[in-house]
């Protein structure tokens, strides 16, 4: 496939809910779920490396990209930092361009600030979130707020029964306080929903955990990676729960599913995994550590395509075309960014053409960088002055 094809933007997939509905018809815009699964990975991907399991933990993703949009996304996170994860993902942010060490939610996200909900209110969007933890972790409770989120349902609110995998709630209770808030939404306005789960999160040391997948043909033993692919088959599973729910509504939905980083696990796996100790690894195997799986699905007739390679940065901009939602002049800049450099981390770059660039090398991309860095900053914390002529210079015109 030519770069061109790979990365083509348009306002909305062909199969999306506006692509296939006259706008006379469109009585009602999608419901738009954004789910991030904490810790979620594709271990399938193994395999290619000698490691081999006795089921297939992934078998639920694995058919859902026969029929939908799916790709690899690179994380800003390994092993933490989730809220650098939900940062990009809600604003279209690089969080490569705020200091290091710096955390968004806590030190950045202190006024109103443009992000996926905030602009998704204007549309007429009611937007929530939901997130089986303390509101005041990663201060997502002074945080949410400026993000343009209407309400915020933490562990102490939810209004369904939780059960513990892992000692954790269950992504299934998760999807179930999610299905709670969209049979009671206020159906005369379209509804935004942003999940947030944690029964993957990390360490792997629960002794009451019934394992339930083995990694065969290893080096060694594994009981940590064991455990954790036993709680990734059951996010697989979750999520076929969720997308059946879904899949019986008579109104438009689409869903966005993304995991948020990788686990740490044992020392000794990933040093098998890689063939090399972590601090010798090169920049193509480095940035591997940084790729999840997503999905994009719908209720409605949605074009099935890969998308090889793309940071977290431009997610939100391919779910708003999955929806038919035209976006904003900053998410177009964006689509069009993407065409140019999918892949943005603080590790490294990635061209259409597949080049890797390792932070601080100089690129061909440079002018352009700099100028997403600059509309990044006026747009995030900065007036709007410099914002349209920037936008101008970068993308006079988005098809």
Avoid at 45 to 60: I, W
Avoid at 114 to 131: I, M, N, R, W
Avoid at 319 to 326: D, F, H, I, S
Wanted: charge should be negative; glycine fraction near 6%; proline fraction near 5%.
């Amino acid at each position: 496939m030519e770069a061109g094809e790979k990365y083509t933007t348009s306002p909305a997939w062909p199969g999306s809910y506006a692509a296939q509905t006259p706008a006379d018809e469109q009585v009602k815009q999608p419901t738009i779920l954004y789910v991030m699964d904490e810790s979620y990975w594709d271990v399938s991907e193994l395999e290619q490396y000698g490691f081999q399991f006795d089921t297939d933990v992934s078998a639920n993703l694995h058919a859902l990209q026969q029929t939908s949009a799916y790709g690899r996304v690179y994380s800003p996170s390994f092993g933490g930092g989730t809220c650098d994860v939900e940062f990009e993902a809600l604003t279209g942010y690089s969080v490569s361009y705020l200091p290091s060490g710096s955390k968004p939610y806590q030190q950045h996200v202190t006024k109103p600030m443009f992000a996926l909900p905030s602009y998704l209110k204007t549309e007429g969007y009611q937007t929530a979130a939901v997130h089986c933890f303390w509101a005041r972790y990663w201060s997502r409770d002074t945080a949410y707020p400026y993000l343009g989120f209407d309400e915020f349902i933490d562990v102490s609110a939810f209004d369904v029964p939780r059960t513990l995998t892992h000692r954790l709630t269950s992504d299934v209770s998760t999807y179930d306080q999610l299905i709670y808030e969209y049979e009671n939404r206020q159906e005369e306005e379209p509804l935004f929903l942003f999940g947030v789960t944690i029964q993957n999160h990390g360490g792997y040391e629960d002794e009451n955990f019934q394992t339930t997948v083995r990694v065969k043909e290893a080096a060694g033993e594994y009981p940590q990676t064991e455990q954790y692919l036993s709680l990734t088959k059951k996010s697989d599973e979750a999520l076929e729960y969720l997308l059946d729910y879904f899949a019986d509504q008579e109104d438009p939905v689409v869903v966005l599913f993304f995991g948020d980083h990788w686990p740490n696990l044992e020392e000794e796996y990933l040093t098998d995994l890689l063939g090399t100790d972590s601090t010798s690894l090169g920049l193509e195997d480095m940035m591997r550590e940084y790729q999840v799986p997503f999905v994009i699905w719908a209720n409605y007739p949605l074009e099935s395509q890969e998308i090889e390679a793309v940071s977290l940065n431009y997610l939100s901009g391919l779910l708003l075309r999955a929806a038919g939602l035209e976006g904003t002049d900053y998410t177009k800049f964006l689509e069009q960014l993407r065409q140019e450099v999918p892949v943005i981390t603080a590790v490294g770059t990635m061209d259409k053409d597949g080049n890797l660039y390792a932070v601080g090398e100089s690129t061909p991309y440079d002018s352009l960088l700099n100028d997403y860095a600059v509309l990044q900053y006026n747009n995030a914390f900065g007036g709007s002055g410099k914002v349209s002529s920037i936008f101008t210079r970068c993308s006079p015109n988005v098809a």
